[in-house]
């Protein structure tokens, strides 16, 4: 009888912890992101101050790097540099936001050099539909680069018979 009691109060506690949310953080070298354009190699920018100690970075005006994912939340993360340095993102075809890339504490500096500041959250978007989104990443009007370095999920687990993806 005791066993019988265990079990029929450990069940809510596993399905409350099968339905936890997930976190799926994503490198900018992750084939799940579609770069179009002209871009430069990852390896050609290299830093422990990136998520995955790189980041992606085109000064084509025509580029983008366009995530697809399912999930309820999405984190763009990325470094910062000590010039003007700022990525327009847009959210399932909706209002763009230039993100300021620039790193507020470090002194000024030329354009053109390593960043300053380690990756952090810059930009988010919460509370969406567990549903399938697109984040495109492209040239603000007043920009002249586009960086790409990480991205994290918030991924609701679906029913057994559907399936989270990424592409």
Request: charged share 10%; proline share 5%; aromatic share 10%.
């Amino acid at each position: 009888m005791f066993s019988l009691l265990l079990l029929l109060l450990t069940i809510p506690l596993f399905f409350h912890f099968a339905s936890a949310l997930i976190n799926v953080t994503i490198d900018d070298t992750d084939p799940a992101i579609v770069y179009q354009g002209s871009w430069e190699a990852s390896s050609t920018h290299l830093s422990s101050l990136d998520y995955g100690g790189s980041h992606t970075v085109s000064g084509d005006s025509t580029a983008s790097a366009t995530l697809t994912f399912t999930g309820v939340a999405i984190y763009y993360l990325c470094p910062r540099w000590p010039y003007a340095v700022n990525t327009e993102v847009t959210l399932d075809g909706g209002q763009s936001v230039i993100v300021n890339l620039t790193d507020p504490i470090a002194s000024t500096t030329a354009a053109g050099g390593s960043e300053s500041a380690q990756f952090s959250v810059v930009w988010s978007a919460t509370g969406l539909t567990n549903t399938t989104h697109k984040l495109v990443l492209t040239m603000a009007p007043t920009g002249e680069f586009i960086v790409a370095d990480g991205f994290m999920c918030v991924v609701s687990p679906l029913p057994s018979n559907s399936g989270s993806s990424f592409s």
